[in-house]
């Protein structure tokens, strides 16, 4: 006598599926009644009723706003660690950067380094180095570059660049158009934001200018304080090959 071929049970459906989950779950906390006190912080991401009619509890209210604040605090512990990531990275850049220019033994070494670096490390479109000198017999021994640009103390063109090399600090925004096409040349396009690093406090030794094409690389409102250290860095290398 053949044998009646069992039928297949069917598959259950996801409600019974998920019916036996939560049971599941249920069963386990029935049976670890101190979950929650080992996982306290579980209960601020939870909704757990609390009667009240039909105003909102208390304890309700209490959670909800607890929840905002967690998410508010992680939200902030993002930004921190992102900011803190991207700080560390500029960090090394930055080193890397002085050891390349000011370990250089002449002055085309070091002018080399700081044009390679600033376009690999931070990843700029154009640059311009403007040097300045009062004896036209006695330039700087920098000459020879071609991106770099000797200009007299008393130069005309050095009018609109006045509120630059009197501030103490890297200037970022967009360029005038007679600052746009003095240092750049046909270049300027690439230079849709700038900053404009002046080098040396006392007595200015030059002032130098990186260009992006990205229009908020360099805001207006960008903190300058790595810019400050690659001008004193610049400053420092000039200072050693031009005394």
Same mark, same amino acid.
């Not at 021994?141 to 890297?170: I, T, Y």
């Given at each position: 006598?053949?044998k009646?071929?069992?039928?297949?049970?069917?598959?259950?459906?996801?409600?019974?599926?998920?019916?036996?989950?939560? +049971?599941a779950?249920?069963?386990?906390?029935?049976?670890?009644?101190?979950?929650?006190?080992?996982?306290?912080?579980?209960?601020?991401?939870?909704?757990?009723?609390?009667?009240?009619?039909?105003?909102?509890?208390?304890?309700?209210r209490?959670?909800?706003?607890l929840r905002?604040q967690?998410?508010?605090?992680?939200? +902030?512990?993002?930004?921190?660690?992102?900011?803190?990531?991207?700080?560390?990275?500029?960090?090394?850049?930055?080193?890397?950067?002085?050891?390349?220019?000011?370990?250089?033994?002449?002055?085309?070494?070091?002018?080399?380094?700081?044009?390679?670096?600033?376009?690999?490390?931070?990843?700029?479109?154009?640059?311009?180095?403007?040097?300045?000198?009062?004896?036209?017999?006695?330039?700087?021994?920098?000459?020879?570059?071609?991106?770099?640009?000797?200009?007299?103390?008393?130069?005309?063109?050095?009018?609109?660049?006045?509120?630059?090399?009197?501030?103490?600090?890297?200037?970022?925004?967009?360029?005038?158009?007679? +600052?746009?096409?003095?240092?750049?040349?046909?270049?300027?396009?690439?230079?849709?934001?700038?900053?404009?690093?002046?080098?040396?406090?006392?007595?200015?030794?030059?002032?130098?200018?990186?260009?992006? +094409?990205?229009?908020?690389?360099?805001?207006?409102?960008?903190?300058?304080?790595?810019?400050?250290?690659?001008?004193?860095?610049?400053e420092?290398?000039?200072?050693?090959?031009?005394?």
């Open positions: 006598m053949k009646r071929a069992r039928a297949k049970e069917a598959p259950k459906t996801q409600p019974e599926e998920e019916q036996g989950r939560e +049971q779950v249920v069963e386990y906390l029935r049976t670890h009644k101190d979950f929650f006190v080992c996982h306290s912080d579980l209960l601020s991401e939870l909704t757990i009723p609390h009667p009240s009619g039909d105003a909102i509890s208390l304890v309700e209490q959670l909800a706003l905002e967690n998410r508010e605090l992680k939200w +902030q512990l993002r930004d921190l660690i992102e900011n803190a990531t991207a700080n560390d990275n500029l960090s090394k850049k930055v080193h890397r950067f002085a050891l390349a220019v000011l370990s250089a033994a002449t002055p085309q070494a070091m002018l080399e380094a700081l044009f390679s670096s600033l376009r690999t490390d931070f990843e700029v479109d154009v640059i311009a180095l403007r040097l300045f000198f009062d004896d036209p017999s006695l330039p700087p021994p920098f000459a020879d570059h071609p991106e770099v640009v000797l200009v007299s103390r008393n130069a005309p063109e050095l009018e609109a660049f006045s509120s630059v090399l009197k501030s103490s600090r890297p200037i970022c925004g967009r360029l005038t158009a007679e +600052q746009g096409a003095y240092l750049f040349g046909e270049a300027v396009e690439q230079a849709v934001s700038c900053v404009l690093i002046p080098l040396g406090e006392e007595r200015r030794r030059g002032m130098l200018a990186i260009g992006s +094409q990205e229009p908020d690389r360099f805001r207006a409102d960008l903190g300058t304080m790595f810019l400050d250290y690659l001008g004193a860095i610049v420092r290398a000039l200072h050693r090959h031009w005394t």
